[in-house]
């Protein structure tokens, strides 16, 4: 069983940055595609970030260049880091783990960009 729990989240305006952090519980964490997911009102959750066991990175169109994905497999951690943030960033953010057919979620922390 893994345990997931989101940090970091916050107010911020146009053009800040933020730093999402998840720790993890559980001895298969670097085993774990992990990942960063978003989710803002009236629309379907979407993959913000993924970063695989071996570092290989992946992210959603609207977020390149301006988010990093990282992880730290000693410290059972994974975090995002945010810049040149978008009014059309704000959304619950929520961290995952998957590997094969299991999948776990955070709880979700909101991230909110506004002036």
């Known amino acids: 069983q893994v345990q997931l729990v989101e940090s970091g989240g916050g107010l911020v305006q146009p053009g800040g940055s933020l730093r999402l952090s998840c720790a993890a519980s559980?001895?298969?964490?670097?085993?774990?595609?992990m990942g960063w997911y978003r989710q803002a009102p009236g629309k379907e959750r979407e993959m913000v970030a993924q970063?695989?066991?071996?570092?290989?990175?992946n992210y959603g169109h609207s977020v390149k260049g301006r988010f990093t994905i990282s992880r730290d497999n000693a410290q059972n951690t994974v975090s995002l880091q945010m810049n040149s943030l978008r009014p059309e960033d704000t959304a619950v953010y929520y961290c995952?783990?998957?590997?094969?057919?299991?999948?776990?979620w955070g709880q979700g922390t909101q991230v909110t960009v506004s002036s």
């Open positions: 995952n783990g998957a590997m094969g057919a299991w999948t776990y």
């Open positions: 559980g001895s298969i964490f670097s085993f774990l595609v």
């Open positions: 970063i695989t066991s071996g570092d290989n990175r």
